[in-house]
Antibody, heavy 122, light 110 residues
Framework: QVQLVQSGAELTKPGASVKVSCKASGYTFTDYSIHWVRQAPGQGLEWIGRISPNGGDTKIISKFQGRVTMTGDTSISTTYMELSSLTSDDTALYYC???????????????WGQGTLVTVSS | QSALTQPASVSGSPGQSITISCTGTSSDVGGHNYVSWYQQHPGKAPKLMIYEVSNRPSGVSNRFSGSKSGNTASLTISGLQAEDEADYYCHSFTSRTTPYVFGTGTTVTV
């Protein structure tokens, strides 16, 4: 079954870090980029960044530069996103998503993880 | 990075057609054909409904169609059904330093 399965919910304190995992199955992990998107409670979707199939290249938006690290472990088909210096504004559902490829990269996301709720509270 | 502009809500009766607009700029929606649409039911992950302005992924009903004119993209749902009640987000590749932007989201009520 083609799917992305994310790690469980996290409750963490301001100033701490959190690392969310995204495990792929049912397809060749190294053939696709993985993107990360977050959704604050009751709010819309926000693109955070992406990591290339082999993990060698990342693109992270400026507001998260220095706070977000994306890595991958091809041996277990898993991508990680670590977010540091957490504040209450980082409380959100974090999704990983696969970029669609037909005959070329389509810059859209055809497969999503179930989401990981990160709650930042003292 | 400003989000693309969508109406907050759209409603329709079963069997009717509705259209959701998504307005951006020449740096995103109007600059290329990488516009997509996602459906999100409460408590669920988004689902890709349309990619590259008007293409439907395998398994998506042909009641969903997409189009674009200038800086505005549109999603039309025809033959509205109760199961279409959800939030819908447009999404575009951009030529800015932030390569992707989502719309503000539209709640569809049937």
């Amino acid at each position: 079954q083609v799917q992305l399965v994310q790690s469980g919910a996290e409750l963490t304190k301001p100033g701490a870090s959190v690392k969310v995992s995204c495990k792929a199955s049912g397809y060749t992990f190294t053939d696709y980029s993985i993107h990360w998107v977050r959704q604050a409670p009751g709010q819309g979707l926000e693109w955070i960044g992406r990591i290339s199939p082999n993990g060698g290249d990342t693109k992270i938006i400026s507001k998260f530069q220095g706070r977000v690290t994306m890595t991958g472990d091809t041996s277990i088909s898993t991508t990680y996103m670590e977010l540091s210096s957490l504040t209450s504004d980082d409380t959100a559902l974090y999704y990983c998503a696969r970029e669609l490829y037909t005959t070329k990269w389509c810059k859209s996301f055809d497969l999503w993880g179930q989401g990981t709720l990160v709650t930042v509270s003292s | 990075q400003s989000a693309l502009t969508q109406p907050a809500s759209v409603s329709g009766s079963p069997g009717q057609s509705i259209t959701i607009s998504c307005t951006g700029t020449s740096s995103d929606v109007g600059g290329h054909n990488y516009v997509s649409w996602y459906q999100q039911h409460p408590g669920k992950a988004p689902k890709l409904m349309i990619y590259e302005v008007s293409n439907r992924p395998s398994g998506v009903s042909n009641r969903f169609s997409g189009s674009k004119s200038g800086n505005t993209a549109s999603l039309t749902i025809s033959g509205l059904q109760a199961e279409d009640e959800a939030d819908y987000y447009c999404h575009s590749f951009t030529s800015r330093t932030t390569p992707y932007v989502f719309g503000t989201g539209t709640t569809v009520t049937v």
